[in-house]
Structures are given as C-alpha cells and as structure tokens.
T-cell receptor, first 115, second 109 residues
Framework: DAGVIQSPRHEVTEMGQEVTLRCKPISGHDYLFWYRQTMMRGLELLIYFNNNVPIDDSGMPEDRFSAKMPNASFSTLKIQPSEPRDSAVYFC?????????????FGEGSRLTVL | QKEVEQNSGPLSVPEGAIASLNCTYSDRVSQSFFWYRQYSGKSPELIMSIYSNGDKEDGRFTAQLNKASQYVSLLIRDSQPSDSATYLCAVLNAGKSTFGDGTTLTVKP
C-alpha cells in the first residue's frame, strides 16, 4: 500500500488567497483526521471523519477553514481566505475502526507558508 | 491543565544508555495510549500502543501504563544515535487522539 498521500508537499501563498490541501487515505481505513502542527501549539486535531461523515470539527479554528470527504478515497482541507497565522504543517492521518482507531498512519504533511 | 503532558526536555543520553520518557493524562476514562516518533522534518510514526496496565515490550522499546496514576512511559534500552527524535505521547478519547507537546531525545555517540 502506498500509505497516506498528501498534496501539495509545500505551498507558499499570499495572505487572502485560497488554499486547498488534499489527502488520499489508505484503502480500507475508515477514519480520517486532519491535524495541524506548529512549534507554538504542537499537534492539534482540526477535524475527523468516520466513513466519510464529519464527526468532530471542534478543532477547526474559524469559519475560514472547511473540510470535505466526498468519498472514501479523498479529502480536502480548504482555507479561504488564508492568513499568515495559518502557516503550519498540515497532516492527514487515517486509521481503522475499533481499538485500532488510535493507531494513526500519517501522510508526509503539507507545509503551508502564508506571506 | 493540558489533556496530555510530557517532560519538556530536551533529553540527552549517551549511546547504549536507557532513555526514559514520561507522559501524564487528565481524563481518567482514557483507555488507549500511544507513542509516536517524529524525526525532524518528517511525519509522526507509531512505535508503540498500550491498552492495559503494566508493561508491553517490543524490541528495545517498553511502554508502561499505570491507569490509577494516569501515567504512561516509554523506555528505550541500548539507545542508538538513530533514536534521536521527538517522541509524542497520544491518548485516545471519544474517537480522537490528543497529543502531548513531545520530548526531544538526543542520543550522543
């Protein structure tokens, strides 16, 4: 299996622009998580899906952030408009059901820089 | 109080020594606990999971869980320079994992 695939790996954009991050989960994994990592705040959960349905989006910082999972093979995290404080590494992670739902497999991350 | 707290570090040990990493959590109903290793510039990688009180060994790694004390630890025996990384403790509650801030370990040759 190819693992969790994220794109783009690096994104540099200007404040106010729309940013879309993409994730392809491991086949058969029914949980998908979006995390953000910064030096100041560590690894924070933004939102997670189970069987393509958003379960908890309490970590989404504000309305500028949105996430979708239209099917079992694809998810997006969108920031519109972007701000410099959104600069971070965004990770997508997936897992299976039951006890193993905490055994996360991470993608390589998308490093976002907002100027 | 943070949900998951780790030794702030950094932790430095000589090659061949035992490295001890500690983690406490606040929610008593937590049942599942995990250790991830993150090399600089890379993504976290699961190295240990533990669900029951006691010790769980996997090669040079031993995870220890004490639910009464709300405490999880990771011991790395015969530490190698390749073990130098940030170690993240994670606790699963209500379907989502909360991570500590991590402890950075340096193993000196």
């Amino acid at each position: 299996d190819a693992g969790v695939i994220q794109s783009p790996r690096h994104e540099v954009t200007e404040m106010g622009q729309e940013v879309t991050l993409r994730c392809k989960p491991i086949s058969g994994h029914d949980y998908l998580f979006w995390y953000r990592q910064t030096m100041m705040r560590g690894l924070e959960l933004l939102i997670y899906f189970n069987n393509n349905v958003p379960i908890d989006d309490s970590g989404m910082p504000e309305d500028r952030f949105s996430a979708k999972m239209p099917n079992a093979s694809f998810s997006t995290l969108k920031i519109q408009p972007s701000e410099p404080r959104d600069s971070a590494v965004y990770f997508c992670a997936t897992s299976t059901s039951g006890r193993a739902s905490g055994e996360l497999f991470f993608g390589e991350g998308s490093r976002l820089t907002v100027l | 109080q943070k949900e998951v707290e780790q030794n702030s570090g950094p932790l430095s040990v000589p090659e061949g020594a035992i490295a001890s990493l500690n983690c406490t959590y606040s929610d008593r109903v937590s049942q599942s606990f995990f250790w991830y290793r993150q090399y600089s510039g890379k993504s976290p990688e699961l190295i240990m999971s533990i669900y029951s009180n006691g010790d769980k060994e996997d090669g040079r790694f031993t995870a220890q869980l004490n639910k009464a004390s709300q405490y999880v630890s990771l011991l790395i025996r015969d530490s190698q320079p390749s073990d130098s990384a940030t170690y993240l403790c994670a606790v699963l509650n209500a379907g989502k994992s909360t991570f500590g801030d991590g402890t950075t370990l340096t193993v000196k040759p």
